[in-house]
């Protein structure tokens, strides 16, 4: 008889942790526990010990307050990271992680796939169908109808696991985030004039694909300078050109030969993102405002709002740990607005063509609250140089 532990934060995923005890103590031959079962007058740590000592497998809940140590160092460490820790280096217990609400896995547990639940938009039956098939548990009976009865039950559905993240081949700091197909919405409202390609408010599924962390530094881009003698316009000023600083001054058509460049050496697709590819990515799967939520706060990324920004571009990683983004990107609004492919007018997503392409974050000369609207398009010619406050990241296609 199977027993299964649920590990869980309490600020955050609760719900979902009883939702899922219930429905495995529903199934014969399995039970399983949260700790909301703990008696009166029992050491809590004593009998979560003994209950992951017990267990033939932990079920561990993703969600932000797991990182809560990450956005404020005044923050004690979740408890959860404890429970990890003891099941998997003391108990060796097997552990399946689910992504229950977006955010970065913990150190410990970065190398194992993980069940996304809220990426794949999965509900509470598939999860526990793809949590039965990785535990090899067969629900031959089912002892009450909290699961709700299906036509024809799959007994070992796919796995479901994220795909192999692309190779890195340039300098620290550069990872890839991956970002699940999901959809965004936006409207005429979202352009900054009347030639942008919206005329009617427009819903748009997004298939899943990886993007870069940061946006593209100084240092990443001087190995393409190095190869190609092709400099941005900004790239002798000392006061722009640190290693760690976003590189700026590049026209969209030098973005476009860096991702091609980029390609050649990773073996990847590698291309600018396209403007829908960008908002998904900012708004996470709740169509936030913002890249941290419903709320203007300055203090969470670089520009002028209020005439007190530094009025120049900062580190990429500055503001990393100001707030948990739900695919773990940074600088999704402030430092420098990014180059896409989408060409302004038509909507169309080329990598040739002299037509105004798509911009979208803020920068570092932004003094209005809505340029860091996720959805905020901005058209920009494809020919300009001379910007300080324009740079790209980049994407890989899946």
Same mark, same amino acid.
């Given at each position: 008889?199977?027993?299964?532990?649920?590990?869980?934060?309490?600020?955050?995923?609760?719900?979902?942790?009883?939702?899922?005890?219930?429905?495995?103590? +529903?199934? /014969?031959? @399995?039970?399983?526990?949260?700790?909301?079962?703990?008696?009166?007058?029992?050491?809590?740590?004593?009998?979560?010990?003994?209950?992951?000592?017990?267990?033939?497998?932990? @079920?561990?809940?993703?969600?932000? &307050?797991?990182?809560?140590?990450?956005? /404020?160092?005044?923050?004690?460490?979740?408890? @959860?990271?404890?429970?990890?820790? *003891?099941?998997?280096?003391?108990?060796?217990?097997?552990?399946?992680?689910?992504?229950?609400?977006?955010?970065?896995?913990?150190?410990?547990?970065?190398?194992?796939?993980?069940?996304?639940?809220?990426?794949? =938009?999965?509900?509470?039956?598939?999860?526990?169908?793809?949590?039965?098939?990785?535990?090899?548990?067969?629900?031959?009976?089912?002892?009450?109808?909290?699961?709700?009865?299906?036509?024809?039950?799959?007994?070992?559905?796919?796995?479901?696991?994220?795909?192999?993240?692309? #190779?890195?081949?340039?300098?620290?700091?550069?990872?890839?985030?991956?970002?699940?197909?999901?959809?965004? $919405?936006?409207?005429?409202?979202?352009?900054?004039?009347?030639?942008?390609? +919206?005329?009617?408010?427009?819903?748009?599924?997004?298939?899943?694909?990886?993007?870069?962390?940061?946006?593209?530094?100084?240092?990443?881009?001087?190995?393409?300078?190095?190869?190609? =003698? #092709?400099?941005? *316009?900004?790239?002798?000023?000392?006061?722009?050109?640190?290693?760690?600083?976003?590189?700026? !001054?590049?026209?969209?058509?030098?973005?476009?030969?860096?991702?091609?460049?980029?390609?050649?050496? $990773?073996?990847?697709?590698?291309?600018?993102?396209? &403007?829908?590819?960008?908002?998904? +990515?900012?708004?996470? /799967?709740?169509?936030?405002?913002?890249?941290?939520?419903?709320?203007?706060?300055?203090?969470?990324?670089?520009?002028?709002?209020?005439?007190?920004?530094?009025?120049? $571009?900062?580190?990429?990683?500055?503001?990393?740990?100001?707030?948990?983004?739900?695919?773990?990107?940074?600088?999704?609004? =402030?430092?420098?607005?990014?180059?896409?492919?989408?060409?302004?007018?038509?909507?169309?997503?080329?990598?040739?063509?002299?037509?105004?392409?798509?911009?979208?974050?803020?920068?570092?000369?932004?003094?209005?609250?809505?340029?860091?609207?996720? $959805?905020?398009?901005?058209?920009?010619?494809?020919?300009?140089?001379?910007?300080?406050?324009? !740079?790209?990241?980049?994407?890989? *296609?899946?």
């Amino acid at each position: 008889m199977p027993h299964i532990f649920i590990s869980y934060a309490k600020k955050d995923t609760r719900d979902l942790a009883i939702r899922l005890e219930e429905a495995f103590n +529903a199934i /014969d031959g @399995v039970t399983a526990w949260v700790d909301r079962s703990m008696r009166a007058g029992k050491s809590w740590e004593i009998q979560i010990q003994k209950e992951i000592l017990r267990c033939d497998f932990m @079920v561990m809940l993703y969600s932000p &307050d797991i990182n809560r140590h990450l956005v /404020d160092d005044n923050m004690p460490e979740s408890y @959860v990271l404890t429970e990890i820790s *003891y099941a998997k280096y003391t108990a060796r217990k097997p552990i399946i992680p689910v992504m229950a609400q977006r955010t970065d896995p913990p150190i410990s547990l970065t190398m194992e796939h993980y069940i996304d639940f809220i990426g794949m =938009g999965l509900t509470l039956d598939d999860l526990i169908d793809a949590l039965c098939f990785e535990m090899g548990i067969l629900k031959s009976g089912v002892k009450s109808n909290i699961l709700t009865p299906k036509p024809s039950v799959i007994e070992t559905p796919p796995k479901i696991i994220m795909p192999t993240k692309p #190779k890195i081949v340039l300098p620290a700091p550069f990872d890839w985030c991956y970002i699940p197909e999901g959809q965004v $919405t936006f409207e005429p409202e979202n352009g900054d004039d009347t030639n942008f390609y +919206a005329k009617k408010q427009i819903t748009v599924d997004v298939p899943a694909f990886w993007m870069s962390k940061y946006p593209i530094t100084n240092k990443q881009y001087q190995e393409f300078v190095n190869e190609t =003698g #092709k400099k941005p *316009y900004y790239w002798d000023d000392s006061e722009w050109n640190r290693d760690d600083y976003p590189v700026v !001054g590049m026209t969209w058509y030098d973005a476009v030969r860096f991702c091609e460049w980029l390609s050649n050496k $990773t073996g990847e697709k590698i291309m600018l993102p396209t &403007d829908i590819m960008w908002q998904r +990515a900012a708004q996470g /799967d709740d169509g936030r405002k913002f890249p941290w939520g419903n709320t203007w706060d300055g203090s969470l990324c670089n520009t002028n709002v209020g005439g007190n920004g530094v009025q120049k $571009t900062t580190p990429v990683s500055l503001y990393e740990k100001k707030y948990i983004h739900p695919y773990g990107l940074v600088d999704m609004a =402030g430092n420098i607005r990014e180059l896409c492919m989408t060409i302004y007018k038509t909507g169309e997503n080329q990598s040739i063509g002299n037509d105004s392409r798509v911009l979208m974050s803020s920068s570092w000369w932004d003094d209005a609250e809505d340029a860091s609207l996720c $959805t905020l398009r901005v058209s920009a010619n494809p020919d300009d140089m001379k910007f300080g406050d324009r !740079g790209f990241r980049v994407a890989c *296609y899946i």
